[in-house]
């Protein structure tokens, strides 16, 4: 088996926190603060080989790797005024709008540049994970598509022909998967509460990519309190197989927190324990694969004891640091002072027990997705 070892990267600037899309909107970028304090809290940044690295802004030409440039435009001119929607409600422009979502974008392009340069083997942007925006519009509070600008630049730059996108939010991330629907260099895979019941309302098993890249395109549609078990259960049918069949050069996940336990926007129940166990599996298949290029990316996350525990867990687990269930106490300080809310008792989640009916709702999807992929 192939070594673990290598340089786990926390990608950061303080104005992250300067994507805000206003007091009442359920994504708070407090969120984002929270999960670097408690990393560094959890003392994980004085282990060797881990590291913090400055994030940057990303460029306009960079950003129009995958957007329209007249969509562009409109954020700058929307970004100057500080008002305007950039979809039908979920995404309002703010003063510096512009700024705040290049710099996110540019957080991933610093991640993916250190990675390929072998300065880093690992990188985690907080910030990123974007994954609803498309190439002319805003979607589900996403301005710009910060994985799908990053898949361009790996092609351009590097040269990538086979990469991986596994993105695990609760939501489908349709902007990253229709944004690369017919590209056969890259393997999508989407696990996402089905859209029977939640935004974006798509992501389906019928729906496989097309042309030279039909059947690398995976959803998984899951049904609400899914839970631990069946997730995981359908995650190891599928995704250790087909990755390395495909043979990735990188691997990207979106690690959207919003599929954990008392969400306020989604319900798929998951706890802390099912994060390290996937993120633990795409760190061993990266090792084994692509010499342990992993990009690893934020995303949703809407109750704001949860996010910071779920994506200190995901990082910890990439930089190899095994973590005790102590929650510090400056750090329940900090939270307290700033969420206005309590703050969570551990680090980890207890185990979950989950419904028998779940399970065997989940392996209909899978044998779905299985026969038509089989083709
Ligand atoms: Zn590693
Ligand atoms: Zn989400």
Redesign the pocket.
């Known amino acids: 088996m192939a070594s673990?070892?290598?340089r786990?990267g926390l990608v950061w600037d303080d104005g992250f926190v300067n994507y805000n899309l206003g007091p009442y909107h359920p994504l708070r970028p407090i969120r984002v603060k929270l999960t670097y304090d408690l990393i560094r809290s959890k003392e994980i940044l004085k282990n060797e080989g881990v590291e913090v690295v400055k994030a940057r802004t990303a460029s306009r030409d960079e950003i129009l790797l995958f957007h329209e440039d007249s969509y562009v435009k409109l954020v700058q001119q929307y970004s100057k005024n500080g008002s305007g929607l950039l979809d039908a409600g979920d995404t309002p422009a703010f003063k510096g709008c512009y700024e705040a979502t290049s710099l996110v974008v540019g957080a991933s392009l610093v991640g993916a540049d250190s990675v390929m340069s072998g300065t880093l083997?690992?990188a985690f942007n907080p910030s990123g994970g974007l994954h609803h925006a498309h190439p002319e519009r805003a979607s589900g509070f996403c301005i710009f598509n910060d994985p799908a600008v990053v898949i361009a630049y790996l092609k351009l730059k590097y040269r990538i022909k086979r990469l991986v996108y596994l993105d695990i939010d609760a939501h489908h991330g349709d902007g990253v998967m229709y944004g690369y629907y017919d590209d056969p260099a890259v393997l999508d895979i989407d696990f996402h509460e089905s859209g029977d019941y939640l935004f974006p309302g798509t992501g389906y098993p019928y729906e496989t990519g097309k042309g030279d890249a039909e059947g690398l395109k995976l959803n998984i549609p899951l049904p609400p309190a899914t839970g631990d078990h069946a997730y995981v259960e359908a995650f190891r049918q599928i995704v250790p197989d087909t990755v390395r069949k495909f043979r990735p050069e990188i691997i990207l996940v979106q690690c959207g927190a919003d599929g954990h336990l008392d969400d306020r926007l989604a319900h798929l129940r998951l706890t802390t324990n099912a994060y390290s166990e996937i993120v633990e599996e795409m760190?061993r298949l990266a090792?084994e694969l692509c010499n342990?290029r992993l990009l690893l990316f934020g995303g949703g996350g809407y109750t704001l004891a949860n996010v910071p525990r779920v994506w200190t867990v995901a990082f910890a687990t990439?930089a190899?640091v095994k973590l005790d269930n102590e929650i510090p106490s400056d750090w329940a300080k900090e939270f307290r002072a700033s969420a206005e809310e309590d703050p969570p008792q551990t680090l980890h989640d207890m185990p979950t027990n989950d419904a028998e009916n779940v399970l065997r709702q989940v392996e209909r999807v899978v044998s779905e997705l299985r026969q038509n992929i089989a083709g």
């Open positions: 673990l070892a290598g786990t083997t690992h760190h090792h342990g990439l190899g």
